[in-house]
């Protein structure tokens, strides 16, 4: 297919309304285009969806995009529709449908309609699923959240390592898409290994998120004390608080709600309605607060909250990452602040001293790089940077003093002293 930067821009405005493309959406569109191999990697926000949706809309055929969550797919599904005003230009294949369902999504497959077919990766390896895709015509695989394939990524789904068995079943040289927000070397190679796409032309977007300042306050006792007062102090802004354990989501919920703070908690170990009614209190500004497990957040585009507090370490520097990376999504502020005792090392540790071996030895070793963010008296930024394999000038780098250390150099022994006391 080919095609001029005009036909581009004339059919980005025709489906999805913008009149410029987003970093380097065009180059990966191009590629996808001329059905090559494409790798993307770029932050949450970065505009990853249209990269496969827009390509998919122009090509025949259907585009299988593989993703790990049913949620995120309706959304996306939901939106396309909503652009399109076409309804079967994006489908959902998942074993929640009824027979009928099935029946009509392998209609609008067959009459090429649907553009965009969604899967799980559970349902794409449906031996009923395999026989009838391959008999349609397909126009790329689209594989988001490519890194739930590596260990080394912090979302690893075992199902995900079988996609390019089927993906040969399917047809001859369909193109690959893989995408991810991940971007640490490791899990880069392991994506690339696995779905044998070493030919692939990578895209790597820069991972600064220049409006987010980030701080490290070491952990006392009175820790709760000291979010209280943070969050007073940004009273009306909305921020989310992540604890490790349940008992504590709960607890510093109530806390906060006592100190007269409009706070909810959040966690799986509630039922799906109060979940759900709790993120929309959060979403629709009836809280500032929410107070939650990591279960909070995928797929969360709330573009305004301006702090994000881990009030327990987090188990790696790409969690931590993309966390915070749920802060200042407009480009206005977003604080990030952690707080750290090496005592909360520990608990983590042994928290993961039952599973399997190579997991514990993953595990450890992610747990010392944030140990050493933690302890660190270099620009945070720079340190997040370089762990994504990216250089970052600290001195005129976009972002360059919005970090703790950055603004108060501490000599160095004296900000460890402070961290481990
Ligand atoms: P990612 O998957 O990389 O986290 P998304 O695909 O969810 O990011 O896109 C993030 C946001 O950016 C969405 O709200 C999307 O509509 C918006 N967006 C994507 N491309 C463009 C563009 N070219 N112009 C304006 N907004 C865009
Ligand atoms: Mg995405």
Not at 311 to 340: F, N, V, W
Not at 385 to 402: K, P, Q, R, S, T
Request: aromatic share 8%; hydrophobic share 35%; charged share 25%.
């Amino acid at each position: 297919m080919s095609l001029t930067n005009t036909d581009l821009h004339s059919s980005l405005k025709k489906y999805f309304g913008f009149s410029k493309f987003k970093g380097l959406q065009e180059g990966v569109i191009q590629n996808i285009l001329s059905d090559n191999d494409t790798f993307v990697i770029m932050p949450t926000g970065g505009g990853k969806s249209l990269c496969y949706q827009l390509p998919a809309l122009m090509k025949e055929g259907t585009a299988i995009v593989v993703s790990p969550l049913i949620a995120l797919m309706k959304n996306q599904v939901d939106a396309i529709r909503g652009i399109s005003e076409q309804h079967g230009i994006a489908h959902v294949l998942n074993s929640s449908l009824t027979k009928t369902e099935v029946k009509q999504v392998k209609e609008d497959i067959v009459n090429g309609v649907t553009k965009l077919l969604y899967v799980a990766p559970e349902s794409l390896t449906k031996e009923e699923n395999v026989e009838f895709l391959r008999k349609v015509k397909l126009s790329f695989v689209a594989v988001d959240e490519a890194h739930c394939i590596s260990e080394w990524g912090h979302d690893f789904r075992p199902e995900y390592r079988n996609l390019r068995g089927i993906i040969n079943r399917l047809g001859d040289n369909i193109p690959i898409i893989g995408l991810t927000a991940t971007a640490t070397p490791k899990v880069q190679e392991d994506i690339i290994k696995n779905l044998g796409m070493t030919d692939a032309k990578v895209f790597k977007a820069s991972f600064n998120r220049p409006n987010l300042f980030y701080e490290v306050r070491p952990k006392t006792k009175n820790v709760d004390a000291d979010i209280i007062r943070f969050v007073k102090q940004n009273q009306g802004k909305s921020g989310i608080i992540y604890c490790l354990s349940r008992k504590r989501v709960e607890e510093l919920a109530q806390v906060l709600q006592v100190n007269g703070v409009s706070a909810v908690p959040y966690h799986a170990g509630f039922d799906a309605k109060t979940r759900s009614k709790y993120q929309d209190m959060f979403l629709m500004e009836e809280v500032d607060v929410v107070v939650a497990t990591i279960a909070f957040g995928m797929g969360i585009d709330k573009p305004d909250v301006r702090f994000v507090i881990h009030h327990d370490i987090p188990k790696s520097i790409e969690s931590y990452y993309q966390e915070t990376g749920r802060a200042g999504r407009d480009g206005g502020e977003g604080h990030c602040l952690a707080y750290y005792a090496y005592k909360d090392v520990e608990k983590l540790e042994k928290f993961m001293s039952g599973k399997p071996v190579a997991e514990q030895e993953i595990g450890n070793a992610l747990l010392q790089e944030i140990v050493a963010y933690a302890e660190t008296s270099m620009s945070r930024r720079k340190f997040i940077l370089h762990y994504f394999g990216e250089d970052f000038d600290e001195v005129n780098g976009e972002g360059a003093d919005m970090d703790d250390n950055s603004r108060n150099p501490k000599p160095k022994e004296e900000a460890k002293a402070e961290v481990t006391k």
